[in-house]
């Protein structure tokens, strides 16, 4: 039975985590603002943590399974 939400899980956190830090590369790689209003390292910096805590969620989802 906890197969599926940690699967579920699994995917949600791996693609979240994978689409943000493809997007704030991006970004970073055009110089444009990661966040609008914000000190550009500092919303680069906490975009890329964030995707990485992400990443490492979802594997530990799938090591669940």
Do not use: D, K
């Amino acid at each position: 039975m906890e197969r599926g939400p940690a699967l579920f899980a699994g995917i949600v956190f791996t693609l979240f985590g994978g689409g943000l830090l493809v997007w704030t590369a991006v970004r970073v790689r055009q110089r444009q603002p990661v966040a609008h209003g914000v000190n550009p390292v500092a919303s680069a910096t906490l975009a890329g943590v964030v995707s990485v805590i992400a990443l490492i969620l979802g594997t530990w989802c799938f090591t669940r399974l």
